[in-house]
């Protein structure tokens, strides 16, 4: 039976965007949301987008802990503050890190340095109970929330469990046309949650929506 995820800022485009691709995959999905309200609107707003799916929205808190497994895909600023407050709900359970640091001056994105090295690494040191792993930072939203887009590339994965490792290097592999990577060790989050920026600013002067694709592999 396929785990149920909660995706915890899933009111965010990305979070939606991953949302309807995993429940799409027939994954069971949590929006979560500091608001239960905002949470349950997103949902509603996906299940117009393709009718019938598995996804309900609740406040973060329930959404945790009714989850076997944790996305985190909130903003850089409040990272900390929301994974030191589910810490009690997620002993035990792989929790997923999509967080790129980013800040943006003139329209411009740069990677945001972080002194643990990466956000990925900064969720391990609040949840040393859990199983962390880092992935998919470089998909574009809008893409992902439109349901009949084939999205090709890869998602690099990043984690020191090598179980949750491999567990989500699968999630990734179940949206169509995605191949999973496996990048080994969590510290190397750091490279993909940079590349993050590269991608932005490339895809906003060519007005594209790319990502990444190892090739030799």
Known sequence: MAPTIAVIGGSGPEGRGLALRFAMAGYSIIIGSRDAGRATKAAQGLLEIKAGLPITGAANEDAAQQADWTLLS???????????????????????SVVAPLAFEGGVARAVVVPQGSAAELVAGLLPESRISSAFHNLSAR????????????VVVCGND????????????????????????????????????????????????????????
């Open 143 to 154: 893409d992902l929330l439109k349901p009949d887009m084939v999205l090709d590339g890869d």
């Open 74 to 96: 909130v903003p850089y600023d409040g990272l900390e503050a929301t994974t030191t407050a589910l810490a009690p709900y997620l002993a035990g359970k792989i929790v997923t």
């Open 162 to 217: 090598d179980d949750a490792r491999a567990q989500t290097i699968e999630l990734a592999e179940s949206i169509k046309s995605l191949r999973g990577v496996d990048a080994g060790d969590l510290t190397n989050s750091r490279y993909v949650e940079d590349l993050t920026a590269l991608l932005l600013n490339v895809n906003k002067r060519y007005k594209a929506h790319s990502t990444i694709k190892l090739v030799g592999l």
